[in-house]
């Protein structure tokens, strides 16, 4: 099962499987987007994130990735 969750910023992903995309995609997204997905997982299963395509703007953009074993930021 695909899920695709990307009618808006931010959402719950479900599922074997998921993608996240910014709105508006592949178009840019409007400033101060402020998206926060969070993807639900059995306890001790396994979650991985691929990018396919990313892309930051320096100095103003930021993704956290945080869970039970702490949070990153790039």
Request: proline residues 4%.
């Amino acid at each position: 099962m695909e899920m695709h969750a990307d009618d808006g910023c931010g959402g719950t992903l479900r599922g074997q499987s998921g993608v996240i995309t910014s709105p508006s995609y592949p178009g840019e997204y409007n400033n101060n987007a402020d998206c926060t997905w969070t993807v639900l997982a059995e306890p001790g299963d396994t979650i991985a994130l691929v990018f396919s395509d990313f892309q930051l703007e320096d100095d103003y953009d930021l993704l956290e990735v945080s869970g039970t074993d702490g949070s990153s930021q790039w």
